[in-house]
C-alpha cells in the first residue's frame, strides 16, 4: 500500500539519489543514464514542480506502508508534444513488489480528480515497464526505433 507525499524541500535528498542510482535510472540508459542534480538546481525545480504547479504539473513521492520512500510520480504539460505525460520511477531497491503498478494506478487516480482525460507516456523500447503501462489501461499510439508512445483514456 503507497501512500503519495508532497514532498518537503528537506525531501529532495531522495529525488537526489534516485536520480544518481545506475540501477533506477537503467529506463534512461538510451538517454544519458542517471541525472545530476546539485543541490543548486533544487530550489528553482521545487518553486516550480511544487510550489508554482499551475495545475500543469503535479509531483508527489511514494511512501510505503513503513514510512519508506520508494518512488516518485509525476505528470506535466509537454508544450512540444501538446500533452500530459506521466512519469513513474520506483527506486531499484524496491523493484518487483508491485509498487510499479500500484504508483501508475496512483497516478492515473489523481490526473483525473485533476481534471485530466488523457494521460501520455514515452518510454523507451527496451524498457520492461512498457508492459505495466498496457496492463493497466494504456494502449500503444505508436512507436519509433527508440521510444513506444502510449495513452490512456482517463
Given at each position: 500500500?503507497?501512500t503519495?507525499?508532497v514532498?518537503k524541500y528537506?525531501?529532495?535528498?531522495f529525488r537526489?539519489?534516485m536520480l544518481?542510482?545506475?540501477e533506477?535510472m537503467s529506463y534512461?540508459r538510451a538517454?544519458?543514464g542517471?541525472?545530476?542534480w546539485?543541490e543548486?538546481e533544487?530550489?528553482?525545480?521545487?518553486?516550480h514542480?511544487?510550489?508554482?504547479?499551475?495545475g500543469k504539473?503535479?509531483?508527489?513521492?511514494?511512501k510505503?506502508?513503513?514510512g519508506?520512500?520508494?518512488g516518485e510520480?509525476?505528470?506535466?504539460?509537454?508544450h512540444?508534444?501538446?500533452q500530459?505525460?506521466a512519469d513513474?520511477?520506483?527506486?531499484?531497491?524496491?523493484r518487483?513488489?508491485?509498487?510499479?503498478?500500484?504508483?501508475?494506478?496512483?497516478l492515473?487516480?489523481a490526473?483525473k480528480?485533476?481534471?485530466i482525460?488523457?494521460l501520455?507516456?514515452?518510454?523507451?523500447?527496451?524498457?520492461?515497464?512498457i508492459?505495466i503501462?498496457?496492463r493497466h489501461?494504456?494502449?500503444?499510439?505508436?512507436r519509433t526505433?527508440?521510444?513506444?508512445?502510449?495513452?490512456?483514456a482517463?
Amino acid at each position: 500500500m503507497l501512500t503519495p507525499y508532497v514532498p518537503k524541500y528537506e525531501d529532495l535528498w531522495f529525488r537526489q539519489t534516485m536520480l544518481a542510482d545506475e540501477e533506477t535510472m537503467s529506463y534512461n540508459r538510451a538517454w544519458g543514464g542517471t541525472i545530476p542534480w546539485p543541490e543548486t538546481e533544487w530550489k528553482d525545480w521545487y518553486d516550480h514542480w511544487i510550489i508554482h504547479h499551475e495545475g500543469k504539473r503535479y509531483y508527489r513521492y511514494l511512501k510505503n506502508q513503513d514510512g519508506q520512500y520508494v518512488g516518485e510520480i509525476a505528470y506535466h504539460y509537454d508544450h512540444e508534444l501538446q500533452q500530459m505525460i506521466a512519469d513513474v520511477i520506483v527506486y531499484s531497491r524496491y523493484r518487483r513488489r508491485g509498487y510499479g503498478a500500484e504508483a501508475l494506478e496512483l497516478l492515473c487516480s489523481a490526473a483525473k480528480s485533476n481534471g485530466i482525460s488523457v494521460l501520455y507516456d514515452d518510454i523507451a523500447i527496451d524498457n520492461p515497464a512498457i508492459r505495466i503501462f498496457l496492463r493497466h489501461g494504456f494502449a500503444e499510439e505508436y512507436r519509433t526505433r527508440e521510444k513506444v508512445f502510449l495513452r490512456k483514456a482517463l
